[in-house]
């Protein structure tokens, strides 16, 4: 197993500032340079709603970043694809990838937040699911053109490039024939620059949730990314996405291509974890639980109604934690990855230890704990 960590920052903490929040980050990722993880990730959220200090601009982070660290992959999870001009967007990853001398790893999403939606791309509106997926799937295929190609075009239901009917006004440059009709002198093609030192592209990642996303990314390409399932339900899930990608032509063996997100803090007792720590992950989950218990439920798994009903509400600690936290002593940790690694075939497992009004210094003191005493273990 490959190990990352995420840094997704929404702070409740309202004494600390948003420079407080950069100098976390970079301290998390130099450690994590330098200590035997493989990849930081950062998210993409807008507007700090909720009293969130978010991190808008995953790219930009990651430029921050790769000029601190050294081996350290870049990672995206996500950048929300449907908010973005795609073109812009790939010249900035692109450059990105420049900077960092070929270490991004691009992690694409949908988005989940209609707020967020209706303020960058109304079109990319989650509300609309066909809508949404129509504008993510053009936006991805423009990228990986772009990319990879010395020269591209694209016309789709939402984008179009280039824009139809601009003619060349300029002196007619030696290599007009890749760009130009040259009877019509209308620009046919367009070219990125620079384009992305990994070639034909980074890595491409899709975090997933559902068995649609799990088919597109398959289908396409994507490495996926998953979240809150249960060892077995990863399986179940994995299985799936290698099914689905050899029916499109892909040679995929099971478990490749494949990493797990998980809620992770070390400490010296399994009460530690728990006392410490429990409070401000449970305030996020349940904040998120709008998907409601079934995301953490193994293959199969029914619950009662009234149980149901009462975990949609509010999801325990005890209940959460041996499905979908990694929470407790290093021996402990190091025991649930085997059994993830066992069970699902994972290949890559990225870390979060930070959530709400948690102290830096306890995130920090998970991390070091991990890095000494379970990366030893696992790698």
């Known amino acids: 197993m490959k190990f990352g960590y995420l840094c997704n920052p929404a702070t409740l903490n309202q004494s600390e500032t948003y420079q407080d929040v950069l100098e976390d980050i970079r301290n998390i990722a130099v450690h994590c340079d330098q200590n035997g993880f493989d990849s930081i990730w950062f998210s993409e959220h807008h507007f700090g709603f909720w009293e969130r200090k978010v991190l808008p601009n995953p790219i930009m982070m990651g430029a921050d970043i790769a000029a601190r660290t050294k081996r350290l992959r870049i990672g995206m999870a996500s950048v929300i694809i449907p908010f973005w001009n795609p073109i ?24 989940n937040y209609r707020v967020e939606a209706l303020n960058l791309n109304p079109m990319a509106d989650p509300g609309n699911k066909a809508g949404n997926y129509k504008v993510f799937a053009e936006t991805l295929e423009i990228l990986k053109r772009a990319f990879s190609q010395k020269t591209f075009a694209f016309k789709g239901d939402n984008y179009t490039y280039p824009q139809p009917g601009f003619k060349w006004e300029r002196d007619v440059p030696k290599d007009a024939a890749d760009y130009i009709d040259l009877k019509t002198m209308e620009l046919t093609h367009m070219a990125l620059m620079p384009r992305t030192l990994q070639q034909p592209y980074p890595p491409l990642w899709q975090t997933v949730d559902e068995p649609a996303s799990i088919e597109f990314a398959a289908q396409n390409g994507l490495n996926i990314m998953m979240w809150r399932p249960t060892a077995k339900k990863l399986s179940h899930h994995f299985k799936h996405y290698q099914t689905t990608a050899v029916a499109a032509g892909r040679q995929l063996a099971f478990g490749a291509g494949t990493g797990i997100l998980r809620d992770t803090f070390v400490a010296d007792t399994m009460a530690e974890a728990r006392d410490l720590a429990a409070p401000h992950i449970m305030r996020t989950l349940n904040f998120s639980n709008w998907r409601g218990p079934g995301i953490y439920l193994d293959p199969d798994e029914q619950l009662a109604p009234d149980l149901t009903a009462e975990l949609t509400r509010n999801l325990p600690y005890e209940w959460v934690a041996p499905r979908s936290l990694l929470f407790g002593t290093p021996d402990y940790v190091v025991e649930k990855l085997i059994e993830l690694r066992e069970v699902s075939h994972v290949e890559n497992v990225v870390i979060c230890s930070g959530w709400g009004a948690i102290d830096k210094e306890l995130t920090m003191k998970s991390l070091r704990l991990f890095s000494d005493k379970v990366l030893p273990k696992l790698t």
């Open 88 to 111: 812009r967007l790939a010249e900035d990853i692109a450059l990105l990838d420049q900077f960092s001398g070929g270490r991004v790893e691009l992690g694409v999403g949908r988005g």
